[in-house]
DNA sequence: ATTTTTGCTTTCAATTCGATAGCAAAAGTA
DNA sequence: TACTTTTGCTATCGAATTGAAAGCAAAAAT
């Protein structure tokens, strides 16, 4: 399952985790949208398939950036939630989105995601506080 | 040479050209090490093939986050420098290295990248200055 | 004139990706 | 209760990508 670093560099071991071209997507439906279930994260504009969705949750959760849990009225759904470490990803994804809306127009119509644009580290701290506030629900 | 944009998502856009394993460390090394040959960038501590290193130089190029250049005493070597596109990644690697310093030391030992731990914005600024300057030497 | 360096390209086996189908257990419905 | 549907996956398998090694032509160095 887990594969070796390729070098002590802090940004190679995070690119070993999560440099690859889904981990970064589910975790942003995770963290933006709130999105808790296989099926929720299944349904998104670039349609992940089962058996990556599936690999990638593994993955992540091996990593700590996820992890798996249930509500007592549904046996059968995993309710997956980011931990700590998930969370602190955000200034990672919403430096994507930055980064994108500015240098990529001229290569593919950009979406705006609302209210990604304002002052950076406002925004990077409310996307974890509110990701926060809606963990509490679980306890 | 390039590929479908999955989404109209910004995030995702990024992902699209630099979410792979080694784009961004071709990125750090032109970027934190003023590394500008492909000789210089093929001898970093991950050891990327060759071929790999060409096909990324191109879709780099083609993206135009880096452009090639030649000095006048040599004529064979190439010079690979940012452009302003990819300078501005500076706040993603910055982002990704705090991040692996923070949360991946359960994992991987990680080595201390200097200086880049101290005030995050100061960091990005001149980080990305740094090159700029550097950039002066080539016009 | 010869050797070395540089910036690649080619080859090819191994790995990974990813679309589709399948499936068992739980939940919903009649 | 029987049935249908939903959910969260896993299995399959061809296609695409990766990456180690070798090769190579042009330029530079000796």
Chains 1, 2 share one sequence.
């Not at 589910?26 to 999105?35: A, E, G, P, T």
Request: glycine share 4%; hydrophobic share 35%.
């Amino acid at each position: 399952m887990k594969k070796e670093f390729r070098s002590g560099c802090p940004i190679s071991s995070t690119l070993d985790v999560v440099g690859d071209k889904w981990s970064l997507l589910i975790i942003r439906d995770m963290l933006l949208k709130h999105k808790k279930t296989f099926k929720e994260i299944s349904y998104s504009d670039e349609r992940i398939a089962p058996s990556i969705l599936s690999a990638r949750l593994k993955l992540l959760e091996s990593y700590k950036l996820i992890f798996k849990t249930k509500v007592p009225d549904n046996k059968k759904e995993n309710i997956y939630l980011l931990t700590e470490k998930g969370i602190r990803l955000a200034p990672i994804i919403i430096e994507f989105s930055l980064w994108g809306n500015s240098n990529m127009g001229e290569f593919n119509e950009i979406d705006d995601i609302e209210g990604l644009n304002s002052d950076k580290s406002y925004i990077m701290q409310s996307v974890q506080d509110n990701y926060d506030s809606m963990l509490l629900d679980f306890h």
